[in-house]
């Protein structure tokens, strides 16, 4: 069974900081993904990777398959960046994805 | 958002009622899942389709049943709803190995 952890659990940051957030899984997968939920509110897909490293405007996604391990880290963070970050994994046969327990981010003004 | 659209997004029903969720999508993406998310737990798998009535259970299907009469529709049932259901139900499709669309959620409280 594929265990997706990510860390830290929650972070508090002050606007501007430069913020990473962390995912690691224990069986081999052919795509990890990115989720963005913010409260009350709706799963964005910020970013599908099965290797390397993507980027999005302050957003930038990197994996390690060799190691089960991606990052997700935000520059100059923003409060309108405040949300719970998930990782997710997925297989080629397509049927599910694992989740992680997801990191509660809050940036301060 | 990928065109994917839940309802409805917010009921309350009572114990022992049955209640259906629907999903539709306009992509004609072939996988569509049906998650719970639940404080202290994150998105669980209840049930997913890989096509028109091809459906296979999650890891907490008991007390659920779906179906999918066209490629567009997931329809989710709580056959007799429990307060153990109280929860907030996502939607999501996907093409094979591609990133996932989530509808809005729809949260369902059992009283």
């Known amino acids: 069974k594929n265990e997706v952890e990510q860390s830290p659990q929650n972070l508090t940051a002050q606007e501007g900081e430069f913020i990473t957030i962390n995912c690691s899984y224990s069986v081999g997968i052919s795509a990890l993904h990115w989720l963005q939920q913010h409260p009350g509110g709706g799963i964005v897909s910020l970013f599908m990777l099965s290797s390397g490293k993507k980027k999005h405007g302050r957003l930038i996604a990197t994996i390690n398959i060799q190691e089960k391990h991606s990052s997700l880290h935000i520059t100059a963070s923003h409060p309108r960046d405040s949300a719970v970050y998930i990782c997710?994994?997925?297989?080629?046969?397509?049927?599910?994805?694992?989740f992680g327990p997801g990191t509660r981010l809050s940036v301060l003004p | 958002d990928a065109g994917i659209t839940q309802s409805p997004r917010h009921k309350v029903t009572e114990t022992g009622t049955p209640v259906t969720l629907r999903c539709h999508q306009t992509e004609n993406h072939r996988y569509m899942y049906w998650y719970r998310q639940d404080p202290g737990h994150g998105l669980r798998l209840i049930h997913y389709s890989y096509g028109v009535k091809d459906t296979d259970k999650g890891e907490v299907s008991d007390g659920y049943s779906v179906s999918r009469s066209k490629t567009e529709d997931f329809l989710l049932t709580l056959e007799s709803a429990t307060s153990s259901q109280t929860s907030v139900y996502f939607c999501?499709?996907?093409?094979?190995?591609?990133?996932?669309?989530f509808g809005q959620g729809t949260r369902l409280t059992v009283v």
């Open positions: 999501a499709t996907a093409l094979l190995n591609t990133e996932a669309f």
């Open positions: 997710a994994v997925s297989w080629n046969y397509g049927q599910n994805f694992v």
